[in-house]
């Protein structure tokens, strides 16, 4: 079964700091897929990451995605208030019945404050 | 319509009553996903439909069904609802269930239901 595991689960950042929010999952996968969410909104897709190495950035934000470790990141470099929302991970399953189907993770609350 | 539609918006309902959340996209997306949210759970699939006409039981299908009658129609159905089925509901779509490069999931508004 395949599990996704955010950390941490609560950021409040300080505005021009830079953070990591980390994906991990448990199972094999070549998808995956970071989305955020405004509260009270719905799910707005940021990046998704297709192979070994992939590497993506939008704006302060960069993805990256190491299929050996079964590890992404979400880099926040230099935050500002406008990133205050919620991140999801979310991993496509490569097998079984999971396939073709996705698991999130629980999500990262982030604050920026000034 | 652009995209994806959920209906209602929110809802409050006695515990016991039958309920249908609709969902509704133009896309012409073969796949289709209703998932609930709940704070630190994240979104949990309940059940999708990869094409027509097809339906499977996702992570937490108990207490709900679903139909797929034609393409663009998806509705969630709970027959008997009860409070533990409180929560945001998100219904999702994509081009193909496992083909494509991206399979890119896109979802709708949400409805939020209140079980009492």
């Known amino acids: 079964e395949l599990k996704v595991e955010q950390n941490p689960l609560f950021l409040s950042m300080q505005e021009g700091k830079n953070y990591t929010i980390y994906c991990n999952y448990s199972?094999?996968?070549?998808?995956l897929y970071w989305y955020r969410q405004d509260p009270g909104k719905s799910l707005e897709s940021l990046f998704v990451?297709?192979?070994?190495?992939a590497v993506k950035q939008e704006g302060r934000l960069m993805a990256s995605l190491d299929t050996k470790a079964r590890l992404s990141t979400l880099h926040i470099t230099a935050a500002v208030h406008d990133l205050s929302a919620t991140y999801f991970c979310?991993?496509?399953?490569?097998?079984?019945?999971?396939?073709?189907?996705?698991?999130f993770g629980q999500g990262t609350i982030l604050t920026v404050h000034p | 319509i652009a995209g994806i539609t959920q209906a209602p918006t929110s809802q409050i309902l006695a515990a016991g009553r039958r309920m249908t959340l609709r969902c509704t996209q133009d896309?012409?997306?073969?796949?289709m996903y209703w998932y609930r949210q709940d704070l630190g759970l994240g979104l949990r699939l309940i059940h999708y439909?990869?094409?027509?006409?097809?339906?499977g039981k996702g992570e937490v299908p108990d207490g709900y069904s679903v139909s797929r009658a034609n393409t663009d129609d998806f509705p969630l159905t709970l027959a008997s609802a009860v409070p533990s089925q409180t929560s945001v509901y998100f219904c999702?779509?994509?081009?193909?269930?496992?083909?494509?490069?991206?399979?890119?999931?896109?979802f709708g508004p949400g409805t939020r239901l209140t079980v009492l």
């Open positions: 999702a779509s994509s081009r193909h269930a496992s083909e494509g490069v991206y399979n890119e999931q896109f």
């Open positions: 199972t094999t996968s070549d998808r």
């Open positions: 990451l297709l192979s070994n190495g």
């Open positions: 979310a991993v496509m399953g490569a097998g079984g019945t999971s396939y073709g189907k996705l698991t």
């Open positions: 896309m012409r997306h073969n796949a």
């Open positions: 439909s990869n094409t027509a006409g097809t339906t």
